[in-house]
Nanobody, 122 residues
């Protein structure tokens, strides 16, 4: 029901835009979030959009100013624009949908995409 795409290999300082296409149901009332998991590390929060109407967004500290989360209501798709990428951003990125709870924690998300690999070379 959530399909993440847009990952790839990019040089440090470059940009990528990830997409998360929702299908099978409407996620308009859900919070849409992005998490990532680097090799050997736990999955961590990246960003969250609290509503489809372009409301509040929150970011992990290390992503502030570099990453932007957004939504396209008509396409039922969420995006993560990533700029000024660093090698430490290398990870599998997951999109997820939450109906409530602490949106900084993965336990709040009932629906998950399959993940898309982002590799940043130095």
């Amino acid at each position: 029901q959530l399909q993440a795409s847009g990952g790839g290999l990019v040089q440090a300082g470059g940009s990528l835009r990830l997409s998360c296409a929702a299908s099978g149901r409407t996620f308009s009332s859900y919070r849409m979030g992005w998490f990532r998991q680097a090799p050997g590390k736990e999955r961590e929060f990246v960003a969250v959009s609290m509503s489809w109407s372009g409301g509040r967004t929150y970011y992990a500290d290390s992503m502030k100013g570099r990453f932007t989360i957004s939504r396209d209501n008509g396409k039922n798709t969420a995006y993560l624009q990533m700029n000024s990428l660093k090698p430490e951003d290398t990870a599998v990125y997951y999109c997820a949908a939450s109906a409530g709870g602490n949106v900084y924690r993965e336990e709040a998300y009932a629906y998950w995409g399959q993940g898309t690999q982002v590799t940043v070379s130095s």
